[in-house]
Each structure stands twice: as structure tokens, then as C-alpha cells.
């Protein structure tokens, strides 16, 4: 009531001023800009932590550093001293605002990622406003975009291909592999000025698709993302550029592994269709195949696990969605290569709804297309018929 009272007081005398004004305008002593400056909301200083990195993360354990970011220390200091010496990198000097160091702007990224935190919670941790930290969060995901170029990559050299084949061998010597592909929704906010039912999957939830190529430790080497999740898994492979690039890649000799819902192609083999009526060796084809294949279902289990945000974005455009899923695929390469490997128990693969492989297919081809698409299968056909009696000696 006292709140009350004050507040229609307050009104009161601004109403008093008004009117003096309108009555008396020779009357000098009153001006509008006071009223406007009594009418203005006050300001006042946000509470933040200070000197969290300096005060509190730099005394974690590795233990308790590694429960708060997903990721060692080691693992996220040669993040640091790589982010720090590109050219993405600003502290802020000289603009009048707080120098944020490199530090602390990837430390905030990586606690972002690794947490499902609002800007507002990461700006009270690090002591930096929302838009100074939407600002970070934009110069690093550039930073990432530019390095995946290298981290994210398919093997060049026959030895590189060599090596990951023998990788892939064995599991359970499934030969000539030089990785398994899939896709799995990540979930999404409505973009902004988007129809929502073009990100509508099966389950009647907004995600787009993820496609993922992993090599033998579950390391990508090829990327896709941003498609709507209501587009099927085959359509979203002819759409994207590896497509294209795999017949050379693979030279006839090589193969990936996918599961039935792409098409069988002599670069890309999928496993034999069980109508109950498939024979020993077909069976044990499958079996070998699945045993295989199952290695980018981790590598999907242990992003997601590692990286808490992308149980669902809230990002509003598709553009930052797409720059944020391919950074944090490409620290989960960084940290493959620091040999900081994640909780065996989080690694279980994704659930099978999370693929798309029992979506409706879309309609094939016609005319020339679809005579094409006979040859390339029947190539495939050959290839998955000879390594399946191969599998069998």
C-alpha cells in the first residue's frame, strides 16, 4: 500500500508540473527535460560474478572441471590458445567496454555448450552483458567454421583410407570401410519467420537433420545439417555435396555403411532387407554390417551427451542453428584428437527413433534418372553379394 500511495503521489506532482506549464509559459523555472529526466526509469548496475575464470574455474579439479564442461582441461586450453592467436579473436580494448580475454570468451562458450544456460546465466557467471556474449558466441563460431575446414575432412592419402580401413576390420571384419553414415534430429525452436510445419518430423516435434560420416573412433569426417526433419534421410544424402564426391573418393575399392534407408550404391552399402526369408550368409552379412554401422550411432550419442545444448536450440535463425551444430561437432574432433575420450556409459548409441530410417521414402525417379539409379544399385548389388561371401570364409 505504502508502494502504492508513493507511485500516485508521484503522478500527482508530474500532472501539477504539466499544468503549471500549460498555464504560465513564461513560468522558466520549469523545464520538459526535468520532467522527462523524473519520468525516467533509473538505472542501475546488474549483479554479476566477478573473476569467475580467475577466482573459481582455474581451481577445479580436473574432475569438477570436467563435470562442468564436458571436456578436459588440456582439451580446452589448446582451444583457448588456438582461438587466442586467430584472427576471429577481440578483447574489446579500446571500445570502452570491459576487456573480456580469450579465456574467458571460450570458457563461456564451452560452459554454453556443455549446459543448457541461458545467455542470462552465462553473462552473470562471466561478468559480461547478453549482447556482449552474443557477440563472443558469434566470433567464435566463425573461429570453428573456419577450422573445421581442416579438423572435419574425409582422408586424402591411400594410407589415411588404409589405416581407417584396417580400423574399421577389426570390429568384425567388415573389409574396404572408411565410414558409417547416418542422421539424427536435433530438436528446434520455431525459426523465426519459418512455417512451422516444414521442421515438423514424425513424432510431431521441430528438429532439423544431422548427417553424420564417422570414421573407426567415431571421429566425423564429413558433415551435413540443417535440413528440415520432415525430409527423408535418401533425399537429404542426394541433396548434400558428398554425394557427389564419393564415387572418387571411394575408387570402386572403398565403401560407407548405411542403414536401409539409403540406397545401395558400390560406394554405399546398405544391409539385405529381411523378408524372413534370407539366407545364412545374408544373416551373417547384416550381423557384421550392424556390428559395424553401430559406430556412428555412438558417435551421434556422445555429441549429444557431451554437448547439453543440442537436446534442443533455441537459437531463432537456421543459419546460427547450422554454424553451432558443426562447431560442436568439430570440438568433438578436437577433443578425439586430444585423446579425451568421454564416459563409455554416455557413448550407448541413439535411440532408434532419433533416425528417420523407418520414414516413408520419397518418390523415385523417372525416365533416364531412374535407368541410372537401376545401374548404380544393380553395382552395388554385386559388391554387397561378393564381400558377403567373402564374410562367410
Not at 523524473?38 to 577466482?55: A, T, W
Not at 579465456?103 to 557467471?125: H, P
Request: aromatic share 10%; glycine share 4%.
Amino acid at each position: 500500500m505504502q508502494n502504492v500511495a508513493s507511485v500516485v503521489a508521484f503522478a500527482a506532482s508530474a500532472v501539477q508540473l504539466l499544468e503549471s506549464e500549460s498555464e504560465s509559459d513564461s513560468d522558466s523555472d520549469f523545464d520538459e527535460h526535468i520532467l522527462m529526466t523524473i519520468l525516467r526509469k533509473p538505472k542501475y548496475k546488474k549483479c554479476r560474478v566477478n573473476n569467475f575464470v580467475r577466482d573459481v574455474v582455474e581451481h577445479f579439479s580436473e574432475e569438477e572441471f570436467r563435470r562442468h564442461f564436458r571436456l578436459n582441461k588440456t582439451t580446452a586450453n589448446t582451444i583457448v590458445t588456438r582461438y587466442a592467436e586467430s584472427e576471429f579473436f577481440r578483447s574489446n580494448s579500446g571500445t570502452g567496454r570491459r576487456n573480456v580475454p580469450a579465456n574467458e570468451q571460450m570458457y563461456a562458450f564451452l560452459w554454453f555448450c556443455a549446459n543448457k544456460d541461458s545467455y542470462r546465466e552465462i553473462g552473470t557467471l562471466f561478468n559480461m552483458s547478453e549482447s556482449s556474449f552474443f557477440k563472443c558466441l558469434n566470433r567464435i563460431l566463425d573461429f570453428l567454421y573456419d577450422v573445421s575446414k581442416t579438423i572435419i575432412r574425409f582422408p586424402d592419402s591411400t594410407a589415411e583410407k588404409e589405416r581407417i580401413a584396417t580400423d574399421f576390420r577389426s570390429i568384425s571384419g567388415f573389409p574396404n570401410v572408411i565410414g558409417c553414415i547416418d542422421g539424427c534430429y536435433i530438436y528446434i525452436r520455431k525459426p523465426a519467420n519459418k512455417i512451422r510445419s516444414t521442421y515438423v518430423n514424425r513424432h510431431d516435434l521441430l528438429s532439423i537433420t544431422l548427417q553424420g560420416i564417422c570414421d573407426a573412433k567415431r571421429r566425423f569426417i564429413d558433415v551435413c545439417v540443417g535440413s528440415p526433419s520432415r525430409i527423408h534421410d535418401s533425399r537429404i544424402f542426394s541433396l548434400s555435396p558428398v554425394s557427389d564426391e564419393l564415387p572418387g573418393i571411394c575408387h570402386g575399392k572403398y565403401h560407407l555403411l548405411g542403414d536401409a534407408a539409403y540406397p545401395l550404391r558400390e560406394y554405399l552399402l546398405t544391409p539385405f532387407k529381411d523378408y524372413g526369408n534370407l539366407s545364412q550368409k545374408d544373416t551373417n552379412y547384416n550381423l557384421k554390417h550392424s556390428q559395424t554401422r553401430v559406430k556412428i550411432e555412438n558417435c551421434f550419442g556422445i555429441l549429444k551427451q557431451r554437448f547439453r545444448q543440442l537436446t534442443r536450440l533455441d537459437f531463432f535463425r537456421v543459419e546460427r542453428m547450422c554454424k553451432f551444430v558443426l562447431a560442436c561437432c568439430t570440438l568433438h574432433n578436437m577433443c578425439i584428437d586430444q585423446n579425451d575420450t568421454f564416459n563409455e556409459e554416455a557413448a550407448d548409441p541413439i535411440e532408434p527413433d532419433e533416425t528417420r530410417s523407418s520414414q516413408i521414402p520419397p518418390t523415385g525417379p523417372s525416365g533416364s534418372q531412374s535407368t541410372r539409379n537401376a545401374a548404380l544399385r544393380r553395382l552395388g548389388e554385386v559388391k554387397r553379394s561378393e564381400i558377403a561371401e567373402t564374410l562367410m570364409q
